[in-house]
């Protein structure tokens, strides 16, 4: 019988479970364990690709573990892990060779890598408190030197526009800099800023409209998948009950949701 190696190096910094002095797993806890938290991640990556449970049933494990990390980034680093711990499960399974004679068994540092794994799938982040941030709102009435100074003490690339308390729109810098280009007239850039309102640049952003709300308790992952399926998504607004009409809690951008960890 042989021992399947530990998933690292240093497996004793990995999950949690068993402290120093606790007696060492049996092999049969280990097993039991194992395939306990390899059925709850099994049912737990269905629900999070949304698929119906029936249709689901007979999908490989491996073939949820790769789609959930391409659409979920903080799935991602668990992918190798996961695809090992499917090949683990299936010789746990198809490859005994008598009563409880199994070829290979798991350590006690996978068991418990697979478990902290498991706790992850099960307690995904939400969009706060991780993007709670003061957001800069801009009033469609107000002139264009007083959004500049906003603009330049804040260094932002994207405001939200609100008619008092109604939302009109999302502000660029890419529309700041189509709306100028419009105004320059034989090489000279001449405007009275205190004139020109908001509304009157924010007429220019194409991409004025390519924002969503969201509640302040929806998941991160939802967000993703937000900018994944639709490129052209400039932000997602972060609201109470995720209505437009609602002071912004924070707002989260592409590159944000790129560096999520």
Same mark, same amino acid.
């Given at each position: 019988?042989?021992?399947?190696?530990?998933?690292?190096?240093?497996?004793?910094?990995?999950?949690?479970?068993?402290?120093?002095?606790?007696?060492?797993?049996?092999?049969?806890?280990?097993?039991?364990?194992?395939?306990?938290?390899?059925?709850? !991640?099994?049912?737990?990556?269905?629900?999070?690709?949304?698929?119906?449970?029936?249709?689901?049933?007979?999908?490989?494990?491996?073939?949820?573990? /790769?789609?959930?990390?391409?659409?979920?980034?903080?799935?991602?680093?668990?992918?190798?892990?996961?695809?090992? !711990?499917?090949?683990?499960?299936?010789?746990?399974?198809?490859?005994? %060779?008598?009563?409880?004679?199994?070829?290979?068994?798991?350590?006690?540092? %996978?068991?418990?890598?697979?478990?902290?794994?498991?706790?992850?799938?099960?307690?995904?982040?939400?969009?706060?408190?991780?993007?709670?941030?003061?957001?800069?709102?801009?009033?469609?009435?107000?002139?264009?030197?007083?959004?500049? +100074?906003?603009?330049?003490?804040?260094?932002?690339?994207?405001?939200?526009?609100?008619?008092?308390?109604?939302?009109?729109?999302?502000?660029?810098?890419?529309?700041?800099?189509?709306?100028?280009?419009?105004?320059?007239?034989? +090489?000279?850039?001449?405007?009275?800023?205190?004139?020109?309102?908001?509304?009157?640049?924010?007429?220019?952003?194409? /991409?004025?409209?390519?924002?969503?709300?969201?509640?302040?308790?929806?998941?991160?992952?939802?967000?993703?998948?937000?900018?994944?399926?639709?490129?052209?998504?400039?932000?997602?607004?972060? %609201?109470?009950? +995720?209505?437009?009409?609602?002071?912004?809690?924070?707002? !989260?951008?592409?590159?944000?949701?790129?560096?999520? +960890?």
């Amino acid at each position: 019988m042989t021992t399947v190696p530990d998933p690292s190096d240093a497996p004793e910094s990995r999950g949690s479970g068993e402290a120093a002095g606790d007696p060492p797993l049996t092999e049969t806890e280990r097993i039991d364990r194992f395939e306990a938290s390899y059925n709850r !991640i099994d049912r737990m990556l269905g629900e999070l690709l949304e698929r119906p449970q029936h249709s689901d049933r007979r999908r490989p494990f491996a073939s949820k573990v /790769r789609e959930a990390s391409n659409r979920f980034r903080r799935l991602g680093r668990h992918k190798d892990f996961l695809l090992e !711990i499917s090949d683990l499960r299936n010789a746990l399974v198809h490859n005994k %060779t008598g009563d409880d004679l199994y070829l290979g068994v798991p350590t006690v540092a %996978t068991v418990l890598e697979l478990e902290a794994i498991e706790r992850d799938i099960a307690s995904p982040r939400t969009v706060l408190p991780h993007f709670q941030r003061k957001v800069l709102a801009l009033q469609a009435n107000e002139s264009l030197a007083v959004a500049w +100074g906003h603009v330049r003490k804040s260094g932002f690339s994207r405001y939200p526009v609100y008619d008092g308390p109604a939302f009109v729109g999302l502000l660029t810098s890419n529309g700041f800099a189509r709306w100028c280009a419009s105004q320059v007239s034989n +090489g000279h850039l001449d405007v009275d800023t205190t004139a020109v309102r908001v509304r009157d640049v924010l007429a220019a952003d194409h /991409r004025s409209r390519d924002v969503a709300f969201v509640r302040d308790d929806e998941l991160l992952d939802t967000v993703e998948t937000m900018f994944v399926q639709n490129r052209r998504l400039e932000a997602v607004i972060i %609201t109470h009950r +995720g209505t437009p009409d609602e002071t912004p809690l924070g707002m !989260i951008c592409a590159a944000d949701v790129a560096a999520l +960890g």
